[in-house]
């Protein structure tokens, strides 16, 4: 099983944090007590721009969640194709070879699915296996390559694609003043990535995905997710998320690790869904990483802020086209999110 192609896809709009916060203050008007705290954070979340589907005067009239959930299948179908049919090129296989689609969101709801819709727009098998999947967050990008790499094991001839589309800008809340909105407005970004693995019987020359880890914490379903009501999607973004990576990270990935006969020194490379900042350094302190170790998830939330589920994928494409690990080398992918949760995924180069 192998990562054989990986492509991203992002709106044509980019705007730069000062862009938005100036945006932004304008559509609370005077409900932000301090708005010179709202242009603080966005200077300090570590993003310099993001992609937004929509020019910044756009988005005041979408004013119910029908309209921006509209905006988010339109969007989602176009970014999905785009990427897709990149990685498939990456790839160097055929849409035919594709036996499974994985499609991971959480900032939209659409039935037929986006990976459905995408079959009427493009010559994809007629009789491949459609996996839409709601709800993982952040945690989607490291769990959808692991559930790729279970159907390829089981179909080593077939190729399996993993969509994540994340539109996070269709989802603000101008009503809700709250410390988390305001961070997820600075932080959250809207892009697409699609990675594809094949069976061992298709040729590829992407790294081998050795094996996969699923940890769950119990009664942390408060620290991460939506609140889901007549407006749309109300984040929940507890504080102790940096806390819950500090206390659980370290002791899954020994323990992953060592399932697998290996110890953290055998590891070349950490590839690392971008949090934020703080989830960064607590990344960083608790599994004792040298300086420069996550340097392609602090570029990546630079360049394109907090893709959620796509976050990680995108640092797993600079890995593949610019900073790739030495052959025969170790990495370690991973993910964190709602439940609160955790994925690892262990490549080997």
Not at 84 to 92: I, R, W
Not at 310 to 320: G, K, M, P, Q
Request: charged share 15%.
């Amino acid at each position: 099983m192998r990562i054989s192609g990986v492509a991203t896809a992002f709106p044509q709009y980019c705007f730069t944090q000062r862009e938005v916060a100036e945006a932004l203050k304008a559509q609370w008007d005077d409900k932000v007590p301090n708005p010179g705290i709202l242009s603080r954070m966005m200077l300090r979340v570590g993003v310099d721009q993001r992609h937004f589907v929509l020019p910044l005067d756009q988005y005041l009239p979408m004013d119910t969640w029908g309209k921006a959930n509209n905006q988010w299948i339109h969007s989602a179908v176009e970014l999905a194709e785009q990427a897709l049919l990149k990685a498939v090129e990456a790839a160097a296989i055929t849409l035919d070879n594709i036996g499974a689609i994985f499609f991971v969101s959480v900032t939209g709801i659409a039935s037929p699915s986006i990976e459905a819709r995408l079959i009427n727009r493009i010559r994809l098998p007629l009789h491949v296996k459609r996996i839409p999947i709601f709800g993982l967050g952040c945690v989607a990008g490291a769990a959808g390559i692991a559930r790729a790499a279970d159907y390829v094991r089981a179909f080593p001839d077939q190729a399996a694609a993993l969509i994540a589309v994340e539109l996070c800008s269709l989802t603000w809340q101008r009503d809700d003043l709250s410390v988390a909105n305001l961070i997820s407005s600075a932080l959250f970004g809207d892009g697409a990535a699609v990675v594809i693995v094949t069976g061992a019987q298709l040729s590829s020359k992407g790294p081998q995905v050795l094996a996969s880890c699923s940890s769950f914490y119990p009664n942390t379903e408060d620290v991460m997710g939506w609140d889901i009501s007549e407006k749309g999607f109300r984040i929940v973004l507890s504080p102790s998320v940096p806390e819950m990576v500090f206390q659980h990270l370290a002791s899954d990935v020994a323990a992953f690790l060592k399932s697998n006969g290996l110890t953290k020194s055998d590891v070349h490379s950490w590839i690392m869904h971008t949090g934020g900042p703080k989830v960064l350094a607590a990344t960083a302190e608790a599994l004792a990483l040298p300086k420069g170790a996550l340097d392609a998830s602090w570029e990546a939330l630079r360049n394109v802020g907090n893709l959620s589920s796509a976050s990680v994928l995108v640092v797993l494409e600079s890995y593949v086209r610019e900073r790739r690990p030495p052959a025969g080398s170790y990495s370690i992918l991973a993910a964190m999110g709602p439940g609160f949760c955790a994925e690892l995924v262990l490549l080997r180069w």
